[in-house]
């Protein structure tokens, strides 16, 4: 489950009370006397000091020129790119007051004119840091709240060097992550991932292996958006996670390289940037490999219709996973002219691994069986992608037109080979095993995506957003199945029986529009919808089934409020209508048979799911703290489940091929249920000392499930907490601390495992600044967590242990050179209209 959905509220909240701090300030302030003309104007961006990226809906105020005359004449809010445009001035001197929550308040003399005045970059210090007209430096906060995002900025989190993107989202509130690397979001796991505002099939495909191969070093920071506006695609029942990788420079040249190593996993990390005048390069290369082992234990109790016992299984196995992986980005950015902007971003990247388990295996009833078995799964993923963006900007502030086009390339392969040695305890010689089985296959894909946004403000409180997007996505899967048993052939044979040879077509037209505005003093509205056309078709070549190709309309409506109950505290409310569509590992129906008991394979024939959430939010800020709390409701429909039978079950969907067995069950995907999350966050944000930083919160929520299908209704409460602290020594010390805990919560045929872990680290600066050395203790004091679920059904009871072994530890280097100012922020697309898995079906 899910830790800090209060925290999600908070962050929406908090740029939202900056732009209504704004709207506050002009309110209470009369107007400039009209004897001087008001024809002049003024334009700027907001960027943060250190990082030089936009801080988004800082507040700016037009003051006048006596410091002692403290009464707005005007005021707006940055948008999401830190752009501000003050409009019908009169000519004269002032001062210009910059705020934002978390930054320190700057104030900077300027002089209007009759024309346009174009003040460009201002600096925004973090807070706590002296404040001058000179350039600050100072530091994010590590979680910062938005109106519409939450924001972990994981470059500020010491515990992540030499880590990957699965130890970083760990951290990040409102995520949980388990022992197998399965990422959920509030309790869902219906999400879509994006790297820097864009898609990656790689995500979509298998996000537990993507996670892995993207290095924790090259990541600034992880946006967590609970209720994404009109302009995102409409998938993700549960949000959206942007996972913003660092960027190149403003002028000049700088780099940084970066090793770790650890029991757990090794890697190395390079990046080179360069802009000099109209043109910016940017680029990056990593590598690395993990390792770690496993425990899984699993016990089932079959009954017939009459609840009589029938059958006790009794499973162990030690499991052993490693895999490597490499990882690579390269950036051009071209300004032919003013207001004009070429941008080309490409990326490449692989993975592959493996899983050995060595099983042992007990059946006992009706039906006795003993065999230990030793499996080799294994796995790869080969993608490659590339994007050409074509922005324009007007004079007019925040006015914007951009062309954005999407190549992607996202083959995988998956396969598994196993020796069973029957009426045996223990594993035996190869060419002692009574039967051998050995599967390949691969599921090659492509996709290509068109889009193009237009932005139009009307003064400074109301903009129209709107867009159109078309996404052309080919996937499949190809497998077969070699069999040898001894006594029949020395030789592996084809099994024609199981063959999977199917591809899959999706193809997605959208237009969206969101109108924002102000209604009075202290409220904000944003309406906006979101209309998508889906079409799909479907080709089993092996089986020759029939698939009549469909389409239908989605219309996904959103919307939002805020109001400004003072000067730092406000309320928001917010709906939004999400589809989730089923991508390749929940459709793939290829039959995984690498353990006979228990038997799993996808559903092409799966229907799309639609969530209605609400949500109620309360944010408030003070000093260098904030306190966010949210309560929302997500109700999901015609939901998409993983579920299990027994294969004797007469309602379950066997494929043709596989036998009912009453020992054996098999696992799928199918629209059977209608779920409601009842949820209650609470996020805070302090800093007790200059020098300590601690936030974090715990997260409650009350889950229904229900299916008339599977005869089930199961509710219940579960619960997380989420805590990370930091404090600065002297001398270029500093040390870190995170952990979460979760409670066991109600799944649709069951109930999921509870969830403990908790690093520390210590961080040494030298080298002026220009290295790290930084050592990480993940679970010191206890070896592995154990993953409980249980699974109960009318006609079996099961539960099943995984013992993740989490104590680490991992020593890792870096050194930065060069200059260390980040570049401009590419407009990217965003395919964020997919249900991906964590896993690959069948591998």
Known sequence: MKTFSAARLGRWLLPAAALFTTSLALAQSPAPAAAVAATGSLTGTVLDSVSRQPVSYATVVLLPADAADTKAITGVGADDAGKFSLTKLPAGTFRLRLSYVGYATRTRTVTVTAGATALGNILLPAAATALTEAVVVGEKPVVEVRPDRLVYNAEQDISNAGGTATDVLRKAPLLAVDGDGKVTMRGSSNFRVLINNKPSPTLASNLTEALKSIPADQIKSVEIITTPPAKYDGEGTAGIINIVLKKGVNQGLNGRVSAASGNRNSNFNSALNFKQGKIGFTSSASAGAWYNPGYSERTRVGYNEQRQEISNLLQTADVYNKGKWYYGTVGLDYDPAEHHTISLAGSINGYGGNSTNDMFNRLTGTRSQLYTRSTDNRWSGFNVEGTGTYTRTFKQARKEWSVLGQYALNNGSFGYDFDQYDNSAVLLATEQATYRERSRGRTPGHEVTLQSDFTQPFGDKKTLEMGVKAIFRRTGSVAGVDTLRAVDSPNFLPDGRRVTDFSYRQDVQAAYATYSFGLGKNTTFSLGSRLERTAIDADFRATRSTFE????????????????????????????????????????????RSDRQNLSFGNPFLNPEFTHAYELSYNTNFKSNSVNISASVRHTGNAIESVRFLTTNPDAPLPADVVPDPSVTAQTFQNVAANTFYQLNFYGSFKPTEKWDLSGGPDVQYIVRRSPSLGVNRQ??????????????????????????????????????????YQMGAKKTFLKDKADLVLNFGSPFNNYWPYRNTVSTALFEERSEYRAFQRSFRLSFSYRFGQAQQGKQRKQISNDDTKGGGSKQGG
């Open 549 to 592: 190709p469909r389409s239908y309309l989605s219309l996904l409506p959103n919307g939002s409020a805020q109001y400004k109950l003072s000067e730092a505290s406000s309320l928001r409310a917010a709906y939004s209508r999400r589809i989730t569509r089923p991508f390749i590992d929940y459709l793939n129906p290829f039959v995984d």
């Open 716 to 757: 219940g409460f579960t619960a997380g907490l989420n805590m990370n602290t930091s404090y600065k020594l002297k001398k270029g010390f500093s040390i870190q601390g995170f952990v979460y805990a979760s409670l066991p919560s109600p799944d649709i045929q069951g109930r999921g495992s509870a969830n403990l872990y």
